[in-house]
């Protein structure tokens, strides 16, 4: 497993942008497909993001498509969420995860077994 620090959330208004950090620390970056979920309390976590452990392949829920990108960079152990067009619906906590190594994308939160203590994501309109 790796250890997972996201940062970068805040309190913005309708139509800002953000950009979501997760540092990764333990074994091999690169080796683990990341993604970003998010949740609101009283409700499930729900996929956001993930991309594939080489890079090659992302995948996004319909409600962020066009609106946010995610991204990677293994030499510093860091995948990033550019948020753009934030919406009040975007309201939550965010939280990073990995996958076991050499995963595949997933939508599922039970694939990911190393999870971030959340950042908080806060879109006024």
């Known amino acids: 497993q790796v250890q997972l620090v996201e940062s970068g959330g805040g309190l913005v208004q309708t139509g800002d942008s953000l950009r979501l950090s997760c540092t990764a620390s333990?074994?091999?970056?690169?080796?683990?497909?990341m993604g970003w979920f998010r949740q609101v309390p009283g409700k499930e976590r729900e996929f956001v993001a993930a991309?594939?452990?080489?890079?090659?392949?992302?995948a996004y829920t319909d409600s962020v498509k066009g609106r946010f990108t995610i991204s990677r960079d293994n030499a510093k152990n860091t995948v990033y969420l550019q948020m753009n067009s934030l919406k009040p619906e975007d309201t939550a906590a965010y939280y990073c995860?990995?996958?076991?190594?050499?995963?595949?994308?997933?939508?599922?939160?039970?694939?990911?077994?190393?999870w971030g203590q959340g950042t908080q994501v806060t879109v006024s309109s």
């Open positions: 991309i594939r452990w080489s890079g090659g392949r992302t």
């Open positions: 995860a990995a996958t076991n190594p050499f995963s595949d994308v997933n939508d599922s939160a039970r694939r990911y077994n190393s």
């Open positions: 333990g074994r091999t970056f690169s080796a683990y497909t």
